[in-house]
């Protein structure tokens, strides 16, 4: 049981009162169940608990993801980890749409204070998962700067004392090694977008890592949007403002199939990409 569950009625209100880290009471509930049942389990280990991604840009609405991040002392192993897929079970559990969106990873200290080249797994958690897995999606240089220059300390101390200052020839250099890599496997077919979720989100990644390479910033989707909308060549306003207007809904958006042109369209803002941050070398 996480320390949470454990306070009576009235000392379970209290707590709750402070503890705010969003404006969502219901999210700040499983939170509260997330962070406290991981200081319960790992005890000396944990170290802090941080929100990133789009409740820290303060660009969230009601289908964002919940990106968090645990810091840690020592990679979690044995039955700390099975002790934590228990409270994650627990959570996704929960009659409250936001605990099935929670999306993140228990972070290493030595590993999280700055890039990691071998880019190491991490215990992790997916969107709409409740199985802790061992991924590294979060073990980049974009995720480190935006939770040392907008991460919400849930817990533990400011992230800027864990983690050093990300230069900004780096962290474009990861924003335009992706842009490429993952741009490969979009225009090869390795990575599939013909669903109304996938190719609007390609569409909204690539505006957000354009903004990224021009500003030396990891800005919200919101932000990357209306940056592009003001500085891209006018020929993608409409496919970026039809992505803008699909995101909404994404569990069934990812059933409908795209539509044929914009996937075409979509393909062709992408080479128009990879061209711009070229020149940008």
């Known amino acids: ?12 209100l209290t707590a709750m009162k402070l503890f705010h880290p969003t404006p969502v009471e219901d999210l700040n509930f499983v939170l509260h169940m997330l962070v406290t049942g991981a200081q319960a389990i790992l005890q000396g280990q944990f170290i802090g608990a941080y929100l990133q991604g789009s409740f820290a840009h303060g660009g969230w609405d009601i289908h964002s993801d919940v990106d968090f991040l ?13 002790r934590l897929q228990a409270l994650h079970e627990r959570a996704f559990d929960l009659t409250i749409p936001w605990a099935q969106h929670l999306e993140g990873s228990y972070f290493p200290k030595n590993l999280l204070r700055k890039e990691d080249p071998k880019r190491t797994p991490l215990l992790y958690i997916d969107n709409n998962s409740r199985t802790l897995e061992s991924s590294n999606p979060d073990n980049t240089l974009v995720m480190r700067w935006v939770v040392r220059e ?20 780096d962290l474009c250099r990861e924003v335009r090694d992706t842009m490429f890599e993952w741009g490969e496997e979009i225009l090869t077919g390795k990575y599939v977008f013909n669903n109304r ?8 990644s690539y505006c957000r890592m354009l903004q990224t390479l021009a500003t030396g910033r990891v800005e919200s989707k919101q932000s990357g949007v209306d940056w592009a909308l003001e500085t891209l060549d006018a020929r993608w306003a409409d496919l970026i403002r039809r992505a803008w207007e699909d995101r909404p809904d994404p569990s069934s958006k990812i059933r409908l199939p795209a539509d044929p042109g914009d996937i075409e369209l979509a393909r062709a803002f ?6 711009r941050s070229a020149s940008s070398l």
Not at 150 to 169: C, F, K, N, Q, W
């Open 1 to 12: 049981m996480d320390l949470l569950e454990n306070l009576e009625p009235a000392r379970r």
């Open 70 to 82: 645990v810091a840690v002392e020592q990679a979690v192993t044995g039955s700390n980890e099975q």
């Open 150 to 169: 907008y991460g919400i300390s849930m817990a533990g101390p400011d992230p800027h004392l864990l983690i050093d200052p990300v230069p900004v020839d």
């Open 197 to 204: 979720w996938a190719q609007p989100f390609v569409v909204i």
């Open 270 to 275: 992408i080479d128009y990409s990879l061209q």
